[in-house]
């Protein structure tokens, strides 16, 4: 993917962020569909890690076959046909991509393959599988926990297959695999990609393994933050953007948010949660939605909301605002996404913008944080026709815009 430098502002085809399409791509020498929509990780083409996993299946009959991090679900696709008779799950955290899935899946008329919302592997912690393929996701808490599980859910004589990126760190978490199964090796390799495969060969993994790798994904923490003079308590787990913390930059969005008393508020891109509660506080009269396309942040947010004793917020899975639309809000804020060095990111941030503006009410406000170097400000304006500059320091920027009638 081209390189961008800081503070370019992207321009991107007119594609209707929420709109599901229909594209081709080849892969070894056949061309397959999928369906897709940006938002997904590398949402309109196949990635390096799919043909290698593809290429890495043992094409056994009868397999039971789980796929983690599926995305659009082209890998599940070239497997099922491939190999016809394999009974497919397919697994991801992110709703926009389950659903990408699930309609790829029924575009190739695969009614045996199981497509599911899960947070690493939680969702089939009780099953077995013959085969199981990760696509390396980022984060070292949940790629151990991967490893684990995939160890715990793997029948005897199975097989492991885990697939990245060398600068994403595959080497080392190929380590990791070595020692939680006793074995492993480098299946496939293609260009500074590569996939890992191991098979289990026993049934415990040695205690001092785990307690190395310090297992505990799943593990919620509560820790208090004080907000306005207010303590308020999180509720959060690994995997969750700055999960053991609150971030300096929704610490800048908290000090400087202006909410009425009866104000109808949606915090996008929730997270944990802590935006969306403190601002059903300040409007103890309105209602505060907290929405995420990640169920591990929904899960969070819902545990903070009952641990402060909210009963004006509700916390929902919504790939942007996309299950908000009916609702007219005063209020839409937002701590914008702040990798730049991944497109569809920026991209995914622009949207929130766009969004925001949909689901306003006439009068209603965006307040949004954003890294400084990040050039938001001519996307409000495209959107809002106005952009104001309530709170800049050296790392940091809060932008407000107000919807007028056109």
Known sequence: MEKRSRGTRYHYPTIDYHQFQTLETRVADKVYKFVSKPGIASWDTVD?????????????????????????????????????????????SNVAAVRAAQR?????????????????????????????????PKGKALVNQLILDAFHLISAGGHLYLAGGNREGIKSYGRTVGRVFGNAKVARLGGRHRVISAVKQTDDIPSQILNDLRPGYYDYIRFDVKVRDQTYSVVSKPGIFSWDRVDPGTRVLLDHLSVDEDDTILDLGAGYGIVGVVAATLAPRGHAYLVDAHIAAVSASERTIEANGIGNATALLSDVASEVRGIGFDVVVTNLPFHLGIESEYQ??????????????????????????????PHVIEEFGNCRTVYSDNRYKVLEATKGSR
């Not at 790829?104 to 085969?131: C, N, P, Y």
């Not at 929130?352 to 406000?365: E, M, S």
């Open 48 to 92: 390096s890690d799919t043909p290698l996993l593809a290429d890495s299946v043992q094409l056994l009959p009868g397999q039971e076959i789980l796929c983690v991090g599926c995305g659009h679900c082209l890998l599940g696709a070239v497997i099922a046909d491939r190999l016809p008779d394999a009974k497919l799950w397919l697994l991801d």
């Open 104 to 136: 790829t899946m029924a575009l190739h008329g695969i009614s045996q393959a199981k497509v599911l919302l899960s947070d690493a592997l939680w969702e089939v912690r009780d099953r077995q599988f013959d085969q199981v393929l990760i696509d390396l």
């Open 348 to 377: 995914v941030g622009v949207q929130f913008i766009k969004d925001a503006y949909a689901v306003l009410k006439t009068g209603g406000r965006l307040c949004l944080v954003a890294n400084r170097f990040l050039k938001y400000e």
